[in-house]
Structure formats: structure tokens, C-alpha cells
């Protein structure tokens, strides 16, 4: 811990003093896994190329600690990967364990803990999409924004199914943030985030 005198704030420019100040604002984190991973994989045989530090497991997660970059003024309480696995429970338990294994970036004055929250589902074959992840993601989101639970909501994920549901958590008074990679983010969401950003400087070289 360091001390900062009231003079030496008060000489300080205001955000050096935002970075330094132990953020109020409560968010949580939601993670469209399946939507993320299938976006980031397009654009690998498009021609991108990843950073070194990307974690992938193909058709199942892909994360850097970076992808909460717009939660960095918030105390994170929380971000929730929510991802599909196909194979046995096996197979399933790994995959909880790797991602409970990821990082968030979090504000410089937390101490709040920063892993990621696995929600896994399995699934049977190698179906495209299915909506098991969609519902989960939008229950606990209206769940945490109804009980008083955050002041603001970041979802990672460009699918503008998600619209409606961000409507929603604005009228209840809650911000939204809303980050994804550019290929296939819905014009929907940009236009209901209080702030949003892409997440490409983060991930390809």
C-alpha cells in the first residue's frame, strides 16, 4: 500500500487521480464464449493472426485477460464464461478448470479476486450454435441487474440477439458495455452500449 497526501491529490490531474482512486461503480462481466470463439476462428482462416498470449481451445474458448479492458474504471466483481464443450464430463471438468485458471484485468487499486467463472454446458455434437448459453447469459444478467447487484453490465459478445436484453438493463438504470471482435458485431449493440470497443488491438498482431 502507498499513501497520497489531500495536497498531492489535489496537485494531480484528474485521471491520474481516477486511476489511482479505489473504484465505487459495481459491474459484472458476461462472456458469450461460443460467440467469441466462433468469431475469433473466422477470422484465423481469414488470414489473422493471433498475439502469442491468446488462450484458444478450438470450437470451446478463446481469452486474454485484456478482453475487459472497458470494466477498467469498476470494481469487476465478477466475469462469467459461459461456453459449450462437446465430449464427456471428463472433458468438461478440464475445461471448467482452464478457464477458472484466466485472468481479468481489473483496476489498479482492487484486490478483489480475477478469475474467470466457468458456465459450461455439454453438448453432443458439433451443432453450430445452440441457445443453452444465450439463456443462461441473459437469466443471471437480469437476475444480478433486478436484485441491485451492479451499477453496470459489460457483455462480450457481438450477437445482436442480445439487443432486447440490453433494452432491458437499460431501463432498469444499469450502464451497458458491450465489447466483441469486429467481424459480426451487431450495429444493434453499438447503438444501446453506454460504451463499446472492439476487441481486435488486443488479439491479432
Same mark, same amino acid.
Given at each position: 500500500?502507498?499513501?497520497?497526501?489531500?495536497?498531492?491529490?489535489?496537485?494531480?490531474?484528474?485521471?491520474?487521480?481516477?486511476?489511482?482512486?479505489?473504484?465505487?461503480?459495481? *459491474?459484472?462481466?458476461?462472456?458469450?464464449?461460443?460467440?467469441?470463439?466462433?468469431?475469433?476462428?473466422?477470422?484465423?482462416?481469414? =488470414?489473422?493472426?493471433?498475439?502469442?498470449?491468446?488462450?484458444?481451445?478450438?470450437?470451446?474458448?478463446?481469452?486474454?485477460? =485484456?478482453?475487459?479492458?472497458?470494466?477498467?474504471?469498476?470494481?469487476?466483481?465478477?466475469?462469467?464464461?459461459?461456453?459449450?464443450?462437446?465430449?464427456?464430463?471428463?472433458?468438461?471438468?478440464?475445461? /471448467?478448470?482452464?478457464?477458472?485458471?484466466?485472468?481479468?484485468?481489473?483496476?489498479?487499486?482492487?484486490?478483489?479476486?480475477?478469475?474467470?467463472?466457468?458456465?459450461?454446458?455439454?453438448?453432443?455434437?458439433?451443432?453450430?450454435?445452440?441457445?443453452?448459453?444465450?439463456?443462461?447469459?441473459?437469466?443471471?444478467?437480469?437476475?444480478?441487474?433486478?436484485?441491485?447487484?451492479?451499477?453496470?453490465?459489460?457483455?462480450?459478445?457481438?450477437? =445482436?440477439?442480445?439487443?432486447?436484453?440490453?433494452?432491458?438493463? /437499460?431501463?432498469?438504470?444499469?450502464?451497458?458495455?458491450?465489447?466483441?471482435?469486429?467481424?459480426?458485431?451487431?450495429?444493434?449493440?453499438?447503438?444501446?452500449?453506454?460504451?463499446? =470497443?472492439? *476487441?481486435?488491438?488486443?488479439?491479432?498482431?
Amino acid at each position: 500500500m502507498f499513501y497520497l497526501s489531500g495536497a498531492e491529490a489535489q496537485q494531480m490531474d484528474p485521471i491520474s487521480q481516477a486511476l489511482l482512486a479505489t473504484p465505487t461503480r459495481r *459491474l459484472m462481466a458476461f462472456v458469450d464464449g461460443e460467440n467469441l470463439v466462433f468469431r475469433y476462428q473466422e477470422m484465423v482462416r481469414a =488470414g489473422f493472426t493471433p498475439h502469442d498470449g491468446i488462450v484458444h481451445e478450438p470450437d470451446t474458448l478463446v481469452w486474454l485477460p =485484456g478482453y475487459t479492458f472497458l470494466a477498467q474504471q469498476h470494481q469487476v466483481l465478477r466475469v462469467t464464461y459461459y461456453t459449450y464443450v462437446v465430449g464427456d464430463d471428463q472433458r468438461v471438468a478440464l475445461v /471448467r478448470q482452464k478457464l477458472q485458471q484466466q485472468k481479468f484485468s481489473t483496476h489498479a487499486c482492487s484486490f478483489l479476486p480475477a478469475s474467470l467463472t466457468p458456465v459450461v454446458f455439454k453438448k453432443d455434437n458439433r451443432a453450430r450454435s445452440g441457445k443453452g448459453v444465450d439463456i443462461q447469459l441473459a437469466t443471471d444478467m437480469l437476475s444480478h441487474v433486478f436484485r441491485g447487484n451492479v451499477d453496470s453490465v459489460l457483455l462480450i459478445s457481438g450477437d =445482436g440477439d442480445y439487443a432486447p436484453l440490453l433494452d432491458e438493463v /437499460r431501463r432498469a438504470g444499469v450502464l451497458v458495455y458491450v465489447a466483441a471482435l469486429s467481424s459480426g458485431f451487431s450495429e444493434k449493440l453499438k447503438e444501446r452500449a453506454d460504451g463499446f =470497443g472492439d *476487441l481486435d488491438g488486443s488479439t491479432w498482431k
